[in-house]
């Protein structure tokens, strides 16, 4: 018998002004962007915005329904727009924020289960891995290098194809 262990580092920044100015302008927008969430049944409202590799922009929010299963994430959203508007262009990285009407918005939070599941299809699709930069409107950020790290065991297309 062996026994394995599953660990991965990131980065943690204490706010904004640490980042790279490029990281800055993107967390600020994706900051902005949660003013697009559609969340009137949990008043939390979540923004996401890549930076493609070739150099654009493309954002998600998160979209609830009254019947709540139906609702989808703003990560799920980004994909979507991304891979329709710039289809097969990788993403170097998205920057994922959140504001509430109920909690305060002041550490970072990271992608459901579901969210890293498609996340990690797009990783192996573009065959480049995402970085994702994770904040509040305030306080600590949180650099991770990959969605791999996010997912140990991932079940992928590898399986399949
Ligand atoms: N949500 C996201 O959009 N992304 C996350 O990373 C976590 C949760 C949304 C789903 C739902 O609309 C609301 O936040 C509360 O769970």
Request: hydrophobic share 40%.
């Amino acid at each position: 018998m062996k026994e394995n262990k599953f660990e991965f580092q990131y980065e943690v920044y204490n706010d904004i002004s640490e980042l790279t100015k490029e990281d800055a302008d993107l967390l600020i927008n994706a900051r902005a962007t949660t003013k697009q969430a559609y969340a009137p049944y949990s008043n939390f409202f979540v923004g996401a915005v890549a930076r493609l590799t070739n150099g654009e922009t493309v954002a998600g929010t998160n979209q609830e329904n009254a019947s709540y299963p139906v609702g989808i994430c703003a990560e799920r959203v980004l994909l979507g727009n991304a891979a329709t508007i710039y289809p097969g262009v990788s993403i170097d990285t998205i920057a994922i924020s959140y504001d509430s009407k109920e909690v305060a918005s002041d550490h970072p939070i990271s992608p459901c289960g579901m969210c890293r599941q498609a996340l990690l299809e797009y990783e192996t699709r573009t065959g480049a891995p995402i970085r994702l930069l994770l904040a509040g409107q305030q306080g600590k950020i949180y650099i991770v290098k990959t969605v791999r790290f996010l997912l140990p065991f991932a079940f992928d297309s590898s399986e399949l194809l």
